[in-house]
C-alpha cells in the first residue's frame, strides 16, 4: 500500500504535519518496505492550499494519506477518490506509517469498518 505522508521535513525520521495545505512536504511510503520518494509542496503557500494539494496527491495514486490535520474540502476531495485518511495523527512519519499499518492489518483480520 502507497500511503501519502504530510510532513514537516523531507525523510521518515520528520514529522507528521498539523497542516495538510501548508505542509512543505508530503512523503509517498510505501508501508511494506519503507521505501519513500519526497514531494516538495509547492502550494504550501498558495491560497486553497488544502483542495490544490488533495488534487495532486489524488493524482500520484496512493491508497491512503496520514496527516494531523485536514479541512473540510481536502477531506471531501479524497473521500471521492476513495483515498483513506487518517489525521490527528502524531509523531514521525516512521511512527505514524507503523501505527496506521498495525491499524490496517487489523482491521483487515476482523473486517470492521
Do not use: Q
Not at 491508497?63 to 490527528?88: E, F, R
Amino acid at each position: 500500500m502507497r500511503i501519502g505522508v504530510i510532513s514537516e521535513g523531507d525523510n521518515l525520521g520528520s514529522y507528521v504535519a498539523d497542516d495538510f495545505g501548508h505542509a512543505p512536504f508530503f512523503l509517498i511510503v510505501d508501508m511494506d518496505t519503507l521505501d519513500y520518494t519526497v514531494v516538495k509542496n509547492e502550494f504550501a503557500n498558495s491560497d486553497g492550499a488544502g483542495m490544490k494539494v488533495a488534487d495532486a496527491i489524488v493524482g500520484l495514486g496512493v491508497d491512503a494519506v496520514i496527516t494531523g490535520g485536514i479541512g473540510s474540502h481536502g477531506l471531501t476531495i479524497l473521500n471521492k477518490a476513495g483515498i483513506h485518511v487518517a489525521y490527528d495523527e502524531e509523531g514521525t512519519v516512521e511512527e505514524c506509517v507503523a501505527n496506521f499499518k498495525r491499524r490496517w492489518e487489523l482491521k483487515k483480520k476482523f473486517g470492521s469498518n
